[in-house]
């Protein structure tokens, strides 16, 4: 790593993010650090700009101006394919998952191997892969929906069926657009327990609105507010920010 | 567990059964004039099946296919004129060896471009990598962009359309609006005879086999689900750590390769090739009759290809004038109400009564998830 013997190890290193749409900046000067191992919540009213910061971080969207280095590397560079092979996992706010395809299909698409033309076409499917799709299936609770294909799923085995494509490709950073939005109670209770179990050993940068939930799982909150941080810090800090109060939780 | 074998049990029902009616029902019933009106329509089949995998599977609609068509169709009339146009055949002209049509335009000497068809291997080899060259070309000029859906067919078509004014316009080198006609012989064996239309049409037809085996194999490689899976979810794709333009690219390689070969054989059993065949219009009847057949169907494909033509050729004698018009509410129709053509219709409404008439005590067992409404929306597996 380059920055071993710096005072943080950041995984992320967003510096002076900027993008404007038009004129619209909807992230402003943007600065991020998130560390290994550490579990980030994005919060903030809507229009804040946090589907756009992780719109930027996956490259979806091309930055304006600033810097975002993984590890080291500079993703503003980077093609999306190459982020993800970098190791950066997005999942998206509207579940998108291939209904055509079995659960078992869609896993094994996001399978860390044969991902170039030729290496698709003679892409095995071999024990390794069946006991790694299994074993993933087992933890987001598909393992008895394998052969189903995914346009029969719920909305929630839907999160749950792209949370498991996402941990197929073991990314160092995770990065979830409101997982649970749209979720019935009981859902959100196993998807706060999945995501318990799957942040280990890496890091995850999650958008919620749902403040329980936050509370449940973050290490550290960050509120946007027009595409500029607020406030950031713990819970507890951010939730007696007077700034806060005004813009965001007041409401 | 999820089915790896090459074919299932009603593919391969639908592989013998398309077999057994071109091998051997339809040249022992029809005669030798049919027949070869069956080989000109099954040329688009292997157009079909090459759209099947390129707009069925990845969503990629071309409006131009006929270009690809064209092209193959193209490589293969220059072989036969070179070979009709031997210096003993051609010396009533004021250059002999050297096609008619470039004598009648004051050509005097073969085209540099020409030379290498001089040689059957090339031919062949050109048959393959032209239309591969070209459509990698437009494909990475296009998907490496983002070029995509409506904005690529109506690309397509405008390829379509300059192809046919080059050749047009280039009548000496390229036989203008009539085309390459007068082809003779294939290394000196007659095609123009019933003989050799049989013998050819047993050719298309083991060369449609190889297509449609190719075919099977792609889509059942993880690419073939890649490319479901674009078609439905590209950004989910891009970020599963693929890059989208590649497949898509190879896609339509593959598309243009099977047409390529499906024009080379049209040359063959038609003996001309001529810009009639490369436009716009060939290029929207070509997806018309892949969406009759069913664009998710290799075998669909195929069957479009016969009937749609069947019907074209026998309508067209008799409504000349309406026929165009049938054509397009027939597509119209099959869009609307059968958005998965005649593979669709088999599928959801002959089959489920074949099945129950076949077996009703051979339970399908395994996932238990194998009811037709989970099949309607998925891909034949």
Same mark, same amino acid.
Request: hydrophobic share 45%; charged share 20%.
């Given at each position: ?251 | ?28 019933? $029809? ?105 990698? $070309? ?49 290394? @000196? ?103 009759? @057949? ?88």
């Amino acid at each position: 790593m380059l920055v071993g013997h710096q005072p943080k190890d950041f995984l992320l290193a967003v510096e002076a993010l900027t993008v404007s749409f038009d004129g619209f900046k909807a992230v402003n000067d943007l600065s991020l650090y998130v560390e290994e191992n550490e579990i980030r919540v994005i919060i903030g009213p809507n229009g804040a700009g946090k589907t756009t910061v992780l719109d930027l971080i996956c490259g979806k969207t091309k930055a304006t101006s600033g810097s975002i280095q993984f590890r080291g590397q500079e993703l503003t560079k980077l093609k999306e394919n190459q982020i993800v092979q970098a190791g950066v996992g997005r999942k998206f706010q509207t579940p998108s998952v291939f209904e055509d395809l079995t659960v078992f299909e869609n896993l094994e698409i996001s399978y860390p191997r044969g991902r170039t033309v030729f290496g698709s076409l003679t892409f095995k499917r071999d024990a390794a892969v069946r006991e790694r799709v299994e074993e993933v299936a087992e933890m987001v609770f598909l393992n008895d929906r394998l052969n189903v294909y995914a346009d029969q799923l719920s909305h929630g085995q839907k999160q749950w069926l792209e949370i498991g494509m996402l941990l197929i490709q073991d990314p160092d950073l995770l990065m979830l657009d409101e997982p649970v939005a749209g979720m019935s109670v009981s859902e959100r209770v196993k998807t706060a327990e999945l995501l318990n179990r799957i942040i280990k050993d890496r890091s995850v940068l999650v958008i919620e609105h749902d403040m329980k939930f936050v509370e449940d799982i973050a290490h550290k909150v960050t509120v946007l507010h027009q595409g500029q941080i607020l406030s950031e810090g713990s819970m507890e800090h951010v939730k007696n920010d007077p700034k806060v109060i005004e813009v965001y939780l007041g409401h | 567990m999820i089915n790896s074998r090459f074919f299932n049990r009603s593919e391969l029902i639908g592989f013998v059964t398309l077999a057994v009616l071109l091998f051997v029902i339809l040249p022992l019933t $029809i005669d030798i004039f049919r027949l070869n009106l069956v080989a000109k329509y099954l040329t688009y089949a292997f157009v079909g099946i090459g759209l099947v995998l390129c707009w069925g599977y990845g969503g990629i609609l071309s409006l131009g296919q006929g270009v690809f068509f064209g092209l193959g169709g193209y490589c293969m009339a220059m072989y036969l004129k070179l070979e009709a146009s031997s210096a003993a055949n051609t010396k009533i002209q004021s250059t002999p060896g050297i096609p008619d049509f470039m004598d009648w335009n004051q050509i005097t000497q073969l085209p540099l471009f020409w030379q290498p068809f001089h040689s059957f291997a090339f031919t062949i080899l050109a048959i393959i990598l032209v239309p591969a060259f070209f459509s990698f $070309i437009i494909g990475a000029a296009m998907f490496k962009r983002r070029v995509g859906g409506v904005y690529f067919a109506i690309i397509t078509q405008a390829i379509a359309a300059i192809l046919t004014i080059l050749i047009v316009g280039q009548q000496g080198y390229t036989g203008g609006i009539n085309g390459i006609t007068d082809l003779r012989t294939l290394n @000196g064996w007659d095609i123009r005879t019933d003989h050799a239309k049989f013998i050819l049409y047993f050719v298309e037809v083991i060369c449609l086999f190889g297509c449609i085996v190719a075919a099977q194999f792609i889509r059942l490689t993880k690419l073939g689900r890649i490319l479901v899976a674009m078609r439905e979810q590209e950004d989910r794709v891009r970020f599963s750590g693929y890059s989208v333009a590649n497949f898509k690219i190879f896609a339509f390689c593959a598309a243009a390769v099977f047409a390529s070969i499906g024009g080379a054989m049209f040359t063959l059993e038609v003996g001309f090739m001529s810009p009639s065949f490369v436009g716009i219009v060939p290029s929207i009847e070509m997806v018309i009759y892949t969406a009759v @057949g069913g664009r998710m169907s290799i075998f669909g494909a195929v069957y479009g290809s016969l009937l749609v033509n069947f019907a074209k050729t026998s309508l067209s004698e008799s409504f000349p004038q309406l026929w165009l018009f049938g054509l397009g509410a027939l597509f119209i129709a099959v869009v609307l109400a059968f958005p998965d053509g005649l593979s669709g219709i088999w599928r959801d409404y002959i089959q489920p009564r074949v099945d129950r008439l076949m077996s009703s005590r051979k339970s399908k067992s395994g996932n238990g998830w194998t009811d037709s409404s989970v099949a309607d929306g998925a891909p034949a597996e």
